[in-house]
């Protein structure tokens, strides 16, 4: 079995900054894809920032130049490093894996979310 154990989350004025980490354990024989959501209240979940194990990265343009995925392939470990934050990034944030686990598949997992709240 794989967790996702996150971590970073907290309350911030507008215009700050927070970093998000979200370390995977368990039998893992690779990560294909990294990436995170958000789900702001009354809100479906949204993509925001995904990494593959080559390094490409995508955003939605709400988040472009402002926040910045990154990984740790080595720790099995994603960052999400958040700056010019806005009352709107208001969310609980997950993380989200695609593991190559045992059995050799490629299961989807979720961190347990984290609670980022921007003060305007």
């Known amino acids: 079995q794989v967790q996702l154990v996150e971590s970073g989350g907290g309350l911030v004025q507008a215009g700050g900054s927070l970093r998000l980490s979200c370390a995977a354990s368990?039998?893992?024989?690779?990560?294909?894809?990294m990436g995170w959501y958000r789900q702001a209240p009354e809100k479906q979940r949204e993509f925001i920032a995904g990494i593959t194990s080559g390094g490409t990265t995508n955003y939605v343009d709400s988040v472009k130049a402002r926040f910045t995925i990154s990984r740790d392939s080595a720790k099995n470990t994603v960052y999400l490093q958040m700056n010019s934050l806005k009352a709107e990034d208001t969310a609980v944030y997950y993380c989200?894996?695609?593991?190559?686990?045992?059995?050799?598949?490629?299961?989807?997992?979720w961190g347990q979310g984290t609670q980022v709240t921007v003060s305007s």
């Open positions: 989200h894996m695609r593991v190559l686990g045992s059995g050799l598949r490629l299961v989807d997992y």
């Open positions: 368990g039998r893992i024989f690779g990560i294909n894809f």
